[in-house]
């Protein structure tokens, strides 16, 4: 099983649609959790932190669930700036605090 | 505040020679992480470094590639020999801490080296 999970999609919606990305991780021991965007041929960029009580930023809203070691990112109202891969990254967990594994990233298209 | 800065952005190799990318990190920043993405693919964690320190060498390869960050200047990753396998892009990040829910890490542009 791959430490961090997700359906590489593509997810292909149209504009002011509502999409949601999962994402699993296998290490019960890990304590942050973050969303971000990768824009092709750029650099990752930080979308989010994920809190345990879930959060939200605007049209985007993160939700965490331990129990299951599980990790949603809801996008309300797609925009055309929304596409993007999105990453789902945990950090390594007790004993290995330092350390992010990163999932493969959720590929997303937004239409016109 | 200017973010984290790699140089070049972009460098071509001929099989066998060597490459050289460096990494500035944002001010304030004493955590530096290298990561490589291979074409259509997810990023893959190179090594962590702190001032003179390296902390996690993990996901180097054994052979050819080598990481440091000195008391001053930029973090260097140094790839020997080349082959064309190296062709990816170049990440480097940095934090001013370990990660946390509150310190995560901010990403350079990368290097795009290309081995011909």
């Known amino acids: 099983r791959k430490e961090v999970e997700q359906d590489p999609g593509p997810f292909n919606v149209p504009e002011g649609a509502t999409v949601a990305f999962n994402c699993t991780y296998s290490?019960?021991?890990?304590?942050?959790f973050f969303w971000y965007r990768q824009d092709c041929r750029k650099e990752p960029k930080l979308l989010m932190s994920?809190?345990?009580?879930?959060n939200e930023d605007g049209r985007f809203t993160a939700q965490l669930n331990r129990a299951s070691q599980y990790i949603s990112l809801l996008i309300r109202d797609s925009k055309l700036s929304d596409s993007a891969t999105y990453l789902c990254?945990?950090?390594?967990?007790?004993?290995?605090?330092?350390?992010?594994?990163w999932g493969l990233g959720t590929s997303l298209a937004v239409n016109p | 505040n200017a973010g984290v800065m790699q140089n070049p952005r972009h460098l071509v190799r001929r099989r066998g020679q060597e490459a050289r990318l460096r990494c500035s990190p944002m001010?304030?920043?004493?955590?530096v992480y290298w990561y490589r993405q291979l074409p259509e693919e997810g990023l893959k964690f190179m090594v962590y470094l702190q001032k003179e320190n390296i902390i996690d060498e993990s996901g180097m390869p054994k052979e050819r590639f080598s990481a440091e960050f000195p008391k001053e200047g930029p973090s260097i990753l140094r790839i020997q020999q080349v082959v064309r396998g190296d062709s990816a892009a170049y990440f480097c990040a940095s934090s001013p801490t370990p990660p946390s829910s509150l310190h995560t890490q901010y990403f350079g542009p990368g290097t795009r080296l290309t081995v011909l």
């Open positions: 290490n019960s021991a890990s304590q942050s």
């Open positions: 001010k304030g920043h004493s955590h």
């Open positions: 994920v809190y345990s009580s879930g």
């Open positions: 990254v945990v950090n390594g967990g007790a004993g290995n605090n330092r350390k992010l594994i």
